[in-house]
Every structure is written in C-alpha cells, then in structure tokens.
C-alpha cells in the first residue's frame, strides 16, 4: 500500500513540474514579419493551381520562379498538357505556348486570359504568395495570427484568404490559400517552396 501511494505522489507531483520549454522563437512583431518577407529577393514555388470562373474550371501545375520584379510562370494541365509559360520584366510580358507561338502585353492577366481563357491576378499573386499585400492595391480588413502572419486581407475587389504556413528556415510562407473576387476562385497548394 505505501508503495502505491509513493508511486501516486510521485506521478502526482511530475504533474506539478513546469511544462518543458518551447523551443519556438518569440513571436514576431507585423512590422519585423513584413521587412523580413519584403527582403526576399528571389523565390520558387512549384504547385498546384485550382481557377473556378463560374462554370468554367481548371486544374493546373504551376511553376513559379521571381527574381525581384522579374518572373517566370510555367503553367500545363494533366499529363503535360498545354504547357504555357508566362515572363515578366520591366520591358513587358510575354507569353509562349504548346505551339511556340509568342505573344506580347503590359500586363500578365489580359495577356493570359486573351490566349488561354486563364483568368488569374498575376500581379498580386506575386506579393500574396510571400503572406504579403500587394502595395499597388488598397487594402481593406487585414487580419493576423498571433504569430504575426497574415490570414486574410481584402485587396481591391480580391478575397485573400491565407489557409496554412509552412516553416521555411526560420520563416513562415504559405503553402495554402485563395483568392476570390466574384464568381472567381483561385486556389493555390504549394507543394515546394524555395528561397533562392
């Protein structure tokens, strides 16, 4: 009997002993978060892209690679299907498909739209891909984690809503969210992310 009771305090009292200490760094404040992401100069994400326009939907593989403000889409269905690649810089976009053929623009979403039906907010997708908003847009309703990191904001007419981070180093990216503006849904599920 006395033995049970000894082995009863002892569980009773290791229940009392401090809790180990988390190995997780201090939470971030919004500011220090956002110069931390702003100071990313050259990223890569490949993925899976989800566009629903009303009846109209699309499933594709994305690959997505920006070095400052020039990028670089790759974008084709199943099995390698209708491959286009879509390339920004400071002289324009421009467009290659299946077929070789290439088309030029100002900017990245009439020029995808125009030749491939895709409608998809390129230019804020580059900012929201880092858990960033988009300086260009006016943003209404940012909310954040404890953790400082963005979970939903409303940029212009866009919904975005960020639905999981991922640890990348000592940074938190997302892996999951979606951009919604009327009968428009994009989502997006970053399998791989790379700082370059």
């Not at 190995?23 to 989800?50: C, F, H, N, T, Y």
């Not at 109209?56 to 084709?76: F, G, K, P, S």
């Amino acid at each position: 009997m006395k033995v049970w009771m000894v082995l009863l305090a002892g569980v009773w009292l290791a229940g009392c002993a401090a809790p180990p200490q988390s190995d997780r760094a201090a939470p971030q404040s919004r500011e220090a978060r956002q110069q931390q992401l702003e100071e990313i100069g050259a990223w890569q994400v490949k993925g899976r892209v989800a566009i629903v326009n009303g009846a109209e939907a699309w499933h594709l593989n994305v690959i997505w690679r920006q070095d400052e403000d020039d990028y670089q889409i790759e974008l084709w269905g199943p099995f390698g299907s209708g491959r286009v690649q879509l390339e920004g810089d400071a002289q324009g976009v421009r467009l290659s498909d299946a077929h070789k053929q290439i088309y030029y623009a100002r900017d990245p979403e009439s020029l995808l739209f125009d030749h491939t039906g895709v409608k998809m907010p390129v230019s804020g997708l580059r900012y929201w891909i880092l858990g960033l908003t988009d300086p260009q847009q006016e943003q209404d309703q940012p909310r954040y984690d404890a953790r400082a990191r963005l979970t939903s904001v409303q940029q212009e007419s866009w919904h975005v809503a960020f639905k999981r981070y991922t640890r990348l180093g000592e940074l938190a990216v997302p892996d999951r969210l979606t951009v919604a503006k009327n009968d428009l849904q994009v989502k997006l599920v970053v399998d791989d992310w790379q700082l370059q």
